[in-house]
Nanobody, 125 residues
Framework: QVQLVESGGGLVQAGGSLRLSCAAS????????MGWFRQVPGKEREFLAT????????NYADSVKGRFTISRDNAKNTVYLQMNSLKPEDTAVYYC??????????????????WGQGTQVTVSS
């Protein structure tokens, strides 16, 4: 089991940047593919990005491709989401998630097993 805690959210102007962090507990962080999602009230949770256990492979939603970058530091049990060129429509609660996968170069798109509590990102126009 893994517990996830996001941080780094806040208020930023359109065009600005933020870096979200997600710290994982436990010694098996490198056993999990990681993902970032966001949710706006009244809407379904939206997949943003995923990264493999090794960090070598990533995949992004079209809505953030080229603006957001997912990365991880297995030594620090942390996954990051660098968000650039932010837009007002990026305003949401951002969540990280973990999914156990077998192969180190596998990322994951689907139903994740573990979720953080979320961090609010607000982009002003």
């Amino acid at each position: 089991q893994v517990q996830l805690v996001e941080s780094g959210g806040g208020l930023v102007q359109a065009g600005g940047s933020l870096r979200l962090s997600c710290a994982a507990s436990g010694r098996t962080f490198s056993s999990y593919a990681m993902g970032w999602f966001r949710q706006v009230p009244g809407k379904e949770r939206e997949f943003l990005a995923t990264i493999s256990r090794s960090g070598r492979n990533t995949n992004y939603a079209d809505s953030v491709k080229g603006r957001f970058t997912i990365s991880r530091d297995n030594a620090k049990n942390t996954v990051y989401l660098q968000m650039n060129s932010l837009k007002p429509e990026d305003t949401a609660v951002y969540y990280c998630a973990a999914k156990g996968v077998h192969y180190s170069d596998d990322y994951f798109i689907g139903k994740y097993d573990y979720w953080g509590q979320g961090t609010q990102v607000t982009v002003s126009s």
